[in-house]
């Protein structure tokens, strides 16, 4: 007995500010339980957050919601705008108690008759605000994907008629969003309020590029067939040597165009830039040596198999190039030859 009156009063000495002796004398349960309530309302606000890399307004019709996409990818908006959006009277920031797996829910889906409408997972994601630095301060958001659940639950509300007079504005701008939502989707809708869909290309290239080109060249191997120019110069109309393997600059032209500007997007200008002509305008290695081994050089040979299927079924050159164009077409939007090389070509190449 002495013992525990004398770990309570080490308890309550400890707590000092945080809770007092009234606080102490309920015991250290209680005291949790104060702290992890305090957690929740504060988010559990990380030491670092993440920090808006990117910030717009969303517009849908009339309706402005300021949004954002962090430096770690994720697309918010924020709760004060989602809550302003929806026409209620409190900020986003501002939360209502709930029994929710969360502890506490943002005052948009804080009304008691939407309780019934909430699932579990929703209030769960909700209830814990995204923290983000916003400028010097730092903002409380809401997953972006979640808006159309979260309108869904105002307009399950008023189907079953359980909303209030006063309530029924907020189930009015929740099908405004939601029609406005209908047609594009809404992390497209950030991605452009943000500018964001610029930066989302560049990665998504760059990610394509680790891809297709290796850190160092690869060992000669032959990897273009000898079908590639046999049927190529069929049709073209001109006579093919099989005791010869070298090939003129026009036809290293036609093997930019059919294979490396179709193979990915920018792999050709990586390829070129990674390995540049010298001073004589030659190449010290093929381009074709610099591509990955597991997905750079078998999608090479995958495409090269098509461009000889294509030749093969064809009659002629102009047929071959619809077709081309047609099921393989260009990723550069570049034309083939320059305006003084396209005035020096033959009319039979044209």
Known sequence: MEKN????TLFAAKLGSKG??????????????????????AGGRPKNPPKAEHEGVLKIGELEIPCAVLDDGRRVLSQRGVNRALGRKHGGESFRRRNSPGGELPVFLGPENLKQFISDDL??????????????????????SLLPQICDVWLKARDAGVLRTSQMSAAQQADILIRGLAHVGIIALVD?????QFVRARNALEEILEKFIATEFRKWA???????????????????????????????????DL?????????????????PKNEKGHRKHKLFQRLTEDIGDPSLRAHLASVITL????????????????????????????????????ETLE
Do not use: C
């Open 192 to 196: 452009e309020a943000t500018g964001y």
């Open 20 to 41: 007092g002796k009234k606080t102490a004398e309920r015991g250290p349960e209680y005291f949790a339980k104060i702290q992890a309530k305090r957690k929740i309302k």
């Open 259 to 275: 294979v490396y500007d179709r193979l990915a997007p920018g792999v050709r200008e990586r390829l070129e830039e990674v390995n």
């Open 5 to 8: 009156q004398e770990n309570l």
């Open 222 to 256: 032959k990897t273009f067939p000898d079908d590639f120019y046999r049927v190529m110069f069929r049709l073209r109309g001109w006579e093919f040597k099989e005791d010869t393997v070298k090939r003129t600059q026009l036809i290293g032209k036609f093997t930019l």
């Open 311 to 346: 030749m093969r079924v064809s009659d002629d050159w102009p047929n071959f190039m619809r077709m081309m164009n047609r099921a393989l077409p260009r990723f550069l939007p570049m034309p083939l030859f320059d305006q003084n090389e396209q005035q020096a070509l033959p």
């Open 123 to 144: 209030a769960a994601v909700v209830s814990r605000p995204i923290l983000y630095r916003h400028g010097g301060t730092i903002a409380h958001g809401v997953e972006a």
